[in-house]
């Protein structure tokens, strides 16, 4: 838990003009619940459309939209809408102020104890930087309520019996609870693949014309291996799932699995992912239904034809490439379903693919503030274990990057407290691992423990000291 700080925001010319203090405590500001002339009318709401209560924050009667998501218990049969109903009561009276973190459920609300395993406030980045908070005069909360689907994939078995061509998962899925959260990337990938998602959910919705106006719901992420593609695709699957339920109550992930649409049959690979698609074209037909297709490694199935025709390829992955472009292009009339492509090789991929792809993102390896971070959440996992020794009784707060670059550069460097040094050390060794990818970094934690000799309750400054070897290690080891 975040200890205590204390922020400054001056109030709109309209109140007192001088800054007001607030409390920031678990991601949450909690202001004095004074009644005040500048909370919201108790009016209802007009329901959010699709595009707002999804990604983009927009301004809404000079409100800015942040959602808040409220995840159900297991065992809560609770309706939907009436949790909904009973969150945004609870945010209107608690007065509560907003930036991005859990919000702890309210004491003596039984009704929400019994029935909520967590709310949380998303994306007010968009807004305000540096962990700067939106106090509630300024934000209609947009509230999504969801239940974990604990089912797991369901595998879908291929043409010839053997390989399962797809695995199929309900949305939101237990499975990638916390995934989105935990993937980090500077360039504000996350906040713009979730405003294009909620962009081609909206025109498909309000019916544009796709003559005139065109879109085809595909993305690719393209990038070196490791850097997060496939994770990005399946935490904005889910993201969606959320975000989108009250236009779509059932949302599903389907993970294709590329090689087992190439059949053993020369010329049947075609067929195959032509059936392929036929399932999907199945799901799609109910309008209730949201749909995800993932394809990792496209370039297997949409391998660039003129490499086929000068020979170096069989002419089946023609057949396959052809298949893939007119089942896209048949997809292409249904409004409730996305695609998402990966691939490492975006040079082998077949142009006209590419040309489909409203989004091509390149996915690189992370930079110096993203290594930071992803390296903070390492260690402060450790730190919560027990792995790492903490100086205090309570595990210790590492300082995100921008505060450290402010400590760095102010005179509150003299009181350097064990927060500060541990976070100095941790730049340290960010900087140590330039060039590594994401997935390298989450397993680099794993590594120093085991090169160290002492591993229980190791003392932190050692174990970030032995992490700056074991990152240069990684990097002599990497192949060229
Ligand atoms: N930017 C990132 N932030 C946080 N974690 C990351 C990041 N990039 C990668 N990871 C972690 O690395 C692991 C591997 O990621 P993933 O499989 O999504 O990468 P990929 O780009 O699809 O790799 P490949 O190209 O090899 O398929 C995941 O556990 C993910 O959490
Ligand atoms: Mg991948």
């Known amino acids: 838990m975040s200890s205590p700080m204390e922020i400054s925001i001056p109030k709109p010319e309209s109140t007192e003009p001088e800054a007001e203090t607030i409390k920031i405590e678990n991601g949450v500001v909690l202001e004095p619940n004074v009644a005040s002339p500048m909370i919201p009318e108790q009016s209802t709401p007009t329901p959010p459309i699709a595009s707002e209560s999804a990604a983009s924050p927009a301004i809404a009667d000079d409100k800015f939209l942040v959602s808040v998501e409220v995840c159900l218990k297991p065992s809560s049969t609770a309706r939907l809408d009436d949790v909904r109903t009973c969150v945004e009561r609870m945010l209107e009276t608690r007065s509560l102020s907003y930036s991005n973190g859990p919000v702890p459920l309210p004491d003596n609300d039984q009704y929400l104890l019994e029935n909520v395993q967590s709310i949380c406030v998303c994306d007010t980045d968009e807004w305000v930087k540096n962990g700067e908070v939106l106090l509630f005069w300024q934000v209609k909360p947009l509230v999504h309520v969801y239940q974990l689907s604990e089912e797991g994939p369901c595998e879908e078995l291929g043409g010839d019996g053997q390989h399962s061509s797809f695995n199929e998962w309900a949305l939101p899925a237990k499975e990638f609870d916390g995934m989105w959260e935990s993937l980090i990337f500077e360039s504000g990938l996350k906040e713009r693949l979730l405003r294009y998602a909620a962009s081609a959910l909206l025109f498909s919705e309000k019916g544009v014309n796709p003559f005139l106006v065109s879109w085809n719901r595909i993305i690719l992420l393209h990038g070196p291996p490791g850097t997060g593609k496939t994770s990005l695709c399946k935490a904005l699957a889910q993201k969606l799932s959320i975000r989108f339920s009250s236009r779509y109550p059932q949302s599903q992930l389907i993970e294709v699995n590329a090689h087992s649409l190439f059949s053993k049959w020369f010329s049947e690979s ?87 792809a409203d989004i091509k993102a390149y996915v690189g390896p992370p930079t110096l503030q993203a290594r930071y971070e992803i390296l903070r959440s390492c260690v402060q996992e450790l730190l919560r274990s027990g792995i790492l020794k903490n100086f205090q009784d309570k595990p210790l707060d590492m300082l995100t990057f921008p505060s450290l670059k402010e400590k760095l550069l102010s005179s509150e460097m003299q009181e350097a407290g064990a927060s500060l040094t541990l976070s100095r050390q941790l730049l340290e060794v960010a900087e140590a691992c330039d060039g590594l990818s994401g997935r390298s970094l989450r397993k680099l934690p794993f590594l120093t423990h085991a090169a160290m000799a002492h591993t229980f309750n190791c003392d932190p400054i050692k174990f970030l000291c032995t992490m700056i070897d074991t990152a240069k290690r990684e990097r002599s080891e990497r192949p060229d």
């Open 270 to 356: 075609g067929k195959l992912v032509a059936k392929l698609f036929q399932s999907i074209q199945e799901m799609v037909e109910d309008e209730n239904n949201l749909v995800f297709v993932l394809i990792d490694e496209v370039e297997s199935l949409a391998a660039a034809r003129n490499a086929a025709l000068s020979g170096s390829e069989p002419s089946d992955s023609i057949r396959v490439v052809n298949a893939l472009l007119t089942q896209l292009d048949k997809l292409k009339s249904s409004p409730n379903v996305i695609i998402m492509t990966t691939s490492n090789i975006t040079a082998a991929i077949d142009i006209a693919f590419v040309d489909r």
